[in-house]
């Protein structure tokens, strides 16, 4: 024992998605470094949702700050992405800008009741780069984490920060600081498009990349080997170290035991399929599409050869957490799929994690949320991919450049709504033998194993970024299984 002991503080935006890179985050950062004292902070709602997901015996210590929703026009109790249509987005980013005091007298009080003047380090998500103007204050180390990918970050932030799509009346035009990355007007989502600098989500967006320059380190929620070209373009940009530190470990709760009605059916439904037969798809934790795509989804899924699990909810125009409507599939459609079980409709929620580790899981089509790709490529489950919003453009070029999956559409227009034949093409190329089919799942399979060697004891790529974070941070000379590492 060497060092007084460190205080993290991890700050994540207070939304699903978020969640489990900074928990597992947690969990690495104790494994490694037994002493640290780590405590995540975050709204109380945000809180009481993370706790419930702990297991009993975790170290982690929570803390939550007030935070009145309905003082920025937000429905009350909506304190998480969760609870709120897309739209009312930026609503909410800004919201959280008001967590400033609230946080900067936590950290006060942590400093002033540290006798012993333990050094502290907050870990802040991108989002809440505000935070470092409070550790600058408090003289602590100060590392964002970017819980998206490398290059949908890189993508991201440089349209937010030049408006490519403004310059030119092309569809197809190059990032200004990557001029080797060509964008297609269909891959930005609308409002980015709409933007020009001055709205509200630029400004946001701005101001976050504005404190992200102070920052001490950026970690992201990623691979080395799985993403060199977005890592490289961060590096291009930011001169402080960029440390990929993913994937993270699968949360405490989808390793339980216990299971609902819900899981059980789902688990039973794989049980009775041949192995890597079924295509399980989600758009993640809030997107859905349009009537006319669902419908196209529906019949050329009837159309293919392969079993499915549809994690589906109202299309876009209804209320996303309404009842579901039989007139939005095909007629008879429910009937036909459970007859003859070939496939299966969940809603709401799926244990993804348990689909995906199924053996009579072989693909996934996805709305390429960063999170869904690390998890089927932890797998070695191939993507088909449909992205819809925000980066998941980006993501969706990154399954196309590895060559591990086929983006089958993009978008939530009515016009980009895919025919019925060209979903049963899509999935029947990735599902059934064929030499194309073969190349992405052995491309798939090779990131799962480039995945796993990430935390490989003996010179994992992520491993190595711990290590880093913990001599910069001067998180070091504690005991634990670090000590056998270095
Ligand atoms: N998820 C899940 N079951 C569902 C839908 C989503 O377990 O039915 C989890 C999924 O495993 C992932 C997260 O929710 O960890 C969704 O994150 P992602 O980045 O893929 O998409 P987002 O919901 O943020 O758009």
Not at 218 to 247: A, H, Y
Request: net charge negative; glycine share 6%.
């Amino acid at each position: 024992m060497g060092k007084p002991q460190v205080h993290v503080v991890l700050f994540p935006l207070p939304a699903q998605g978020h969640n489990s890179p900074f928990l597992s985050l947690a969990t690495r950062l104790h494994r490694y470094q037994p002493g640290l004292t780590i405590t995540l902070v975050s709204t109380r709602h945000h809180i009481n949702s993370i706790r419930s997901s702990l297991p009993s015996d975790s170290r982690l210590h929570l803390q939550s700050l007030p935070f009145n929703t309905a003082d920025h026009g937000l429905p009350a109790g909506a304190e998480s992405t969760a609870d709120l249509p897309v739209a009312q987005f930026i609503t909410f980013f800004k919201a959280t800008e008001s967590l400033y005091p609230a946080f900067d007298d936590f950290i006060s009080n942590l400093v002033s009741n540290s006798s012993d003047g333990v050094p502290l380090c907050i870990v802040s998500d991108f989002f809440c780069s505000w935070t470092v103007d409070i550790a600058r204050k408090h003289k602590a180390f100060h590392t964002t984490f970017l819980t998206m990918g490398a290059f949908g970050g890189a993508v991201f932030f440089s349209l937010w920060l030049n408006h490519p799509h403004r310059l030119t009346e092309k569809d197809q035009f190059p990032l200004p600081e990557y001029p080797e990355v060509i964008i297609d007007r269909s891959q930005v989502a609308r409002h980015i498009l709409a933007s020009d600098g001055t709205d509200e989500w630029s400004q946001f967006f701005k101001r976050q990349l504005m404190f992200l320059n102070n920052t001490d380190a950026v970690m992201v929620n990623t691979v080395d080997e799985f993403e060199p070209l977005g890592l490289s373009m961060l590096r291009k940009t930011f001169k402080f170290p960029i440390w990929p530190i993913g994937p993270p470990l699968a949360p405490a709760n989808e390793q339980s035991s216990s299971k609902s009605d819900d899981e059980n059916a789902i688990i039973a439904f794989l049980d009775s399929q041949l192995p890597a037969s079924v295509l399980y798809i989600s758009f993640g934790s809030q997107n859905t599409i349009q009537p006319e795509q669902m419908m196209h989804l529906a019949q050329g899924l009837e159309g293919s050869s392969s079993p499915f699990i549809w994690v589906i909810r109202p299309p876009i125009g209804s209320d996303p957490k309404g009842e579901f409507k039989d007139e939005w599939l095909p007629n008879g459609f429910k009937d036909r799929i459970k007859q003859k079980n070939i496939g299966l409709l969940v809603h709401g929620w799926a244990p993804q994690l348990q689909v995906l580790c199924h053996r009579s899981t072989g693909a996934f089509l996805s709305h390429c949320g960063w999170n869904s790709i690390l998890e089927s490529m932890c797998h070695g489950i191939p993507i088909l991919a449909w992205p819809v919003n925000a980066e998941q453009f980006f993501n969706s070029m990154i399954v196309v450049k590895l060559g591990v999956g086929i983006e089958l559409a993009r978008g939530v227009m009515e016009s980009s709504a895919p025919t019925k034949e060209k979903v049963e093409e899509v999935i029947n190329l990735v599902m059934s033998p064929n030499a194309k089919g073969m190349e992405i799942k052995n491309r798939a399979k090779e990131c799962r194993d480039a995945m796993n060697k990430a935390w490989d004891e003996e010179g994992g790529s992520s491993i190595k970024s711990l290590l880093e974070f913990f001599q910069l941070s001067n998180i070091q000379g504690q005991t634990g299984d670090w000590d056998a590492l270095v």
